[in-house]
């Protein structure tokens, strides 16, 4: 029987640990102190907490993951900073992806078990959504990996068809081939770990080729064994729940629900959950039965070919005029070398074109249609001013993490107001004129769900064909 089991223990349920039990250790250990299983922090801590809160028990996940981790400190020498911080979030890339590289996942592995073209060929498609070429490159190697160890393949010889499948010169497939050949040379797992951060760290926690390789890391030096890998990929940092996701899953792959040890199972149990606002879903109520239904799902998607192409393409130009929520800018005159006016460009959300950037700032109304609280975050680099009907609202300073998440910006950037049902102007001052700076301003719902600058909403709802509808009354922001 096809079993998937998708187990993320949250990193941030560490900081629940009774420092005591901890220890002290030197800058750079990574050994537990003597008398302490240090490993079974995550479990502990989750039993504690679901006991202490009972039904309000919301699992953290990975809210105050590593963040500012530096290849020379111990986890427990950052507790205070993990528990008292968000989290750093996106840094662009070298070859200027999208701000967020995240890697995605996508269960093209579980509908082709043992055909790695068709699992490659819909990962690269479900990816392409959202994510620049570092996270499809993500998602394309774990499902391919994942199909071949699903029909029965090694670990060993699955990861080197996977990275056969993206390219060789991206960085994901450098950080892979970092870690297995500091595996072949004797490295041991922590100072490979402290090295992959060096060449690779950012303060993206999200950042794709980090976070694959942390799973290949996970899955590599873990050697097979459940609980070595999970822990590994835990306390390895940054984007927790996926990476722990990731290797969890593969190694239910390989081994079966039998592969688990009953202590990972029975605090967790075999229940889903979904979260208040997923409205209009029909969810299982159990693994089992959402394994089922995937299982039943084998064989109705039609084959495909792999060639590589999405490597080579260009995405299609997008006529942004024509999307609901897209507003026009219009960028001051800040930069006096500019022969003529800037373009206006069109906009929704986030990134500032780079017409903002190099003109210093801009200019947009904003129409909202309620008398209703909102959030905006701004936030740049070398430091910007929000204005908003000419009062500044927003004074963000020059050197904050680059944190463009509604949820979990730095201090500084983010403001709630309501200024009320009407037509208002905003207006954004950046400190610095260059074209390639980081700099973004956001508008958000209360419950930190993207906001149009426009009066009309944008559908929400996750309705799906064939599903029941939305309760009347719920509020669709929150789906």
Sequence with gaps: MHRRLILAPPMALLADFPQDALGQSGAGSRTAPS?????????????????????????????????????????????????????????????????????????????????????????????????????????????????EVAAGRNLEDAIALAVRYIPDDCETARAIEFILQSHRDGIAEWE????????????????????????????????????????LAVNGGYDTDCTAATVGATLGFISGADGIPARWIEPIGEG????????????????????????????????????????????????????????????????????????????????????????????????????????????????????????????CPAGLPYVPATHRCPEGSRVRVNPGAGTHEVRLELKSLSPQQDACVILAYPNFHICPWTKEELSNSAVLRGEQTPEPGLDHHFS
């Excluded at 701000?99 to 093209?108: N, R, T, V, Y």
């Excluded at 950012?202 to 080729?209: K, L, R």
């Excluded at 889903?272 to 879903?281: A, E």
């Design 272 to 395: 889903v959950f979904v979260g208040p606002g997923i409205l209009g879903v029909n969810p299982p109520k159990t693994l089992a039965e959402l394994t089922d239904r995937t299982v039943a799902l084998i064989g109705k998607l039609e084959p495909k070919n792999w060639d590589g192409s999405i490597w080579r393409q260009s995405p299609p130009p997008v006529d942004l005029g024509a999307l609901p929520g897209t507003i026009l800018l219009a960028p001051l005159e800040g930069d006096r070398r500019l022969t003529q006016p800037p373009l206006q460009p069109l906009w929704a959300n986030g990134e500032m074109p780079v017409e903002v950037k190099q003109a210093g700032g801009a200019r947009w109304t904003w129409q909202i249609m309620a008398s209703e609280p909102r959030e905006i975050i701004c936030l740049a680099r070398e430091g910007a001013r929000l204005f908003l009907d000419n009062k500044l609202v927003i004074e």
């Design 192 to 231: 490979c770990w402290k090295e992959l951060l060096a060449w690779h760290g950012s303060e993206n926690f999200t950042h794709a080729p980090l976070n694959v390789a942390l799973s290949i890391w996970a899955l590599w030096y873990g050697a097979g064994d459940f609980e070595t890998s999970i822990l």
């Design 35 to 147: 008398g302490a299983d240090f490993r079974l922090g995550p479990l502990c801590c989750y039993q504690r907490r679901k006991r202490q809160q009972g039904d309000r028990f919301v699992p953290l996940g990975d809210r105050h993951g590593l963040t500012r981790l530096k290849p020379a400190l111990d986890f427990r020498e950052i507790l205070p900073e993990v528990t008292n911080r968000g989290c750093s979030h996106v840094k662009h890339d070298d070859s200027r992806e999208p701000a967020c590289q995240g890697a995605g996942e996508s269960p093209s592995a579980d509908l082709f078990p043992g055909d790695p073209d068709s699992a490659a060929h819909y990962a690269a498609l479900d990816a392409s959504l959202d994510h620049g070429t570092e996270g499809i490159a993500g998602e394309v190697l774990f499902a391919v990996m994942q199909s």
